[in-house]
């Protein structure tokens, strides 16, 4: 028995779960693990395994739970932690990804995303906790990866001077655009961190996971994440009726809310191409790879928008198109 499997299986005795049958589930993008626990009389519960070694502390999970409870989002509740070994028994809040739901039953698309997004509009009103703020420099900064890993990883060489002309043009492109107050921001709020729970009411039938990663930032964000998905194609359409049902309820200055949702889509996208290549190369994940069209193409629609027209044709040259050949330089 390893010493990992040894430090989970002390800490289920110690929370009389040592009898539970564990089960496997699919993880994230992090290193870290999860599990389904189910009780002999059928109650089940999830363990996270989060090594504070390669997944920092756990703590901020704990935190950001709890203050969505308290906004009435259905995140789950923390049931039994050792934070120094970076273990969580958390509520089972169930199967139903939206993600799965909806390849299931088309005709929940539209439900489940008016859902999602009347969510985004609730939470947007409640008082936003203390939280590492995501602003212009750090948003340009992450974005960078797109240079560092995406297109260092294909030409095989970094150029810092090439990243940090990259930086600072997009840092005064996001100053001029991402204003206004600033709001919790999940910055993974898609399709795959949401789970479908009818039998609650409001709000609450929106389950919400993988939020430890939580920042302040402009209202957009999360918007964004969620409807252009790089794991599941979003309709147009849709997206357009969300964005629009979104500033009815809210009644948030609409033209600065656009430019501002343009142009942090591309902010997120580029990244994305950034931090794909990175789990490829660094981690051996290479099934991200195959959700790199869909970026590419979520970024090409970005560098239409008038915003970024400054450094849109220049961004273009330079990141190469995600084709097979490219792709398979991101191999490990």
């Given at each position: 028995?390893?010493?990992?499997?040894?430090?989970?299986?002390?800490?289920?005795?110690?929370?009389?779960?040592?009898?539970?049958?564990r089960?496997p589930?699919?993880?994230?993008a992090?290193?870290?693990?999860?599990?389904?626990?189910?009780?002999?009389?059928?109650?089940?519960?999830?363990?996270?395994?989060?090594?504070?070694?390669?997944?920092?502390?756990?703590k901020?999970?704990?935190?950001i739970?709890?203050?969505?409870?308290?906004?009435?989002?259905s995140?789950?509740?923390?049931?039994g932690?050792?934070?120094?070994?970076?273990?969580?028994?958390?509520?089972?809040?169930?199967?139903?990804?939206?993600?799965?739901?909806?390849?299931?039953?088309?005709?929940?698309?539209?439900?489940?995303?008016?859902?999602?997004t009347?969510?985004?509009?609730?939470?947007?009103?409640?008082?936003?906790?203390?939280?590492?703020?995501?602003?212009?420099?750090?948003?340009?900064?992450?974005s960078?990866?797109?240079i560092?890993?995406?297109?260092?990883?294909?030409?095989?060489?970094?150029?810092t001077?090439?990243?940090?002309?990259?930086?600072?043009?997009?840092?005064?492109?996001?100053?001029?655009?991402?204003?206004?107050?600033?709001?919790?921001?999940?910055?993974d709020?898609?399709?795959?961190?949401?789970?479908w729970?009818?039998d609650?009411?409001g709000?609450?039938?929106?389950?919400?996971i993988?939020?430890?990663?939580?920042?302040?930032g402009?209202?957009?964000?999360?918007?964004?994440?969620l409807?252009?998905?790089?794991?599941?194609?979003?309709?147009?359409a849709?997206?357009m009726?969300?964005?629009?049902?979104?500033?009815?309820?809210?009644?948030?200055?609409e033209?600065?809310?656009?430019?501002?949702?343009?142009?942090?889509?591309?902010?997120?996208?580029?990244r994305?191409?950034?931090v794909?290549?990175?789990?490829?190369?660094?981690?051996?994940?290479?099934?991200?790879?195959?959700?790199?069209?869909?970026?590419?193409r979520?970024?090409?629609?970005g560098?239409?928008?008038?915003?970024?027209?400054?450094?849109?044709?220049?961004?273009?040259?330079?990141l190469?198109?995600?084709?097979?050949?490219?792709?398979?330089?991101?191999?490990?």
């Amino acid at each position: 028995m390893s010493n990992r499997e040894t430090l989970i299986s002390q800490f289920l005795q110690r929370t009389g779960r040592g009898d539970w049958q564990r089960k496997p589930l699919s993880g994230d993008a992090s290193q870290r693990r999860y599990e389904r626990l189910s009780s002999p009389d059928g109650r089940s519960l999830i363990l996270m395994d989060a090594d504070p070694q390669n997944c920092g502390s756990q703590k901020p999970f704990a935190i950001i739970a709890n203050y969505l409870r308290t906004q009435g989002v259905s995140a789950p509740a923390v049931l039994g932690e050792d934070l120094d070994s970076g273990l969580l028994l958390i509520e089972d809040l169930g199967n139903d990804l939206f993600f799965d739901v909806i390849a299931a039953d088309p005709s929940q698309e539209v439900p489940l995303y008016n859902a999602a997004t009347d969510l985004l509009a609730a939470l947007h009103k409640a008082p936003v906790p203390k939280l590492e703020p995501l602003g212009p420099r750090a948003m340009a900064e992450l974005s960078g990866l797109v240079i560092s890993r995406y297109l260092g990883g294909i030409t095989g060489t970094e150029d810092t001077k090439l990243q940090r002309k990259f930086e600072n043009q997009f840092e005064d492109i996001l100053r001029q655009n991402v204003r206004g107050d600033v709001v919790f921001v999940h910055r993974d709020f898609h399709a795959q961190n949401l789970l479908w729970i009818p039998d609650r009411e409001g709000v609450a039938r929106v389950g919400v996971i993988d939020f430890q990663d939580a920042r302040s930032g402009h209202r957009a964000y999360d918007l964004v994440s969620l409807l252009q998905d790089v794991r599941r194609d979003v309709p147009p359409a849709i997206e357009m009726q969300m964005i629009d049902r979104y500033l009815q309820i809210t009644g948030v200055e609409e033209s600065g809310f656009r430019a501002a949702y343009s142009v942090i889509g591309l902010q997120r996208n580029l990244r994305i191409l950034g931090v794909f290549a990175r789990l490829s190369l660094d981690f051996g994940k290479t099934s991200y790879l195959d959700l790199m069209p869909r970026v590419w193409r979520h970024v090409r629609h970005g560098l239409e928008e008038p915003a970024v027209a400054s450094l849109a044709d220049w961004l273009l040259e330079v990141l190469p198109e995600p084709t097979p050949e490219n792709l398979a330089k991101l191999r490990p």
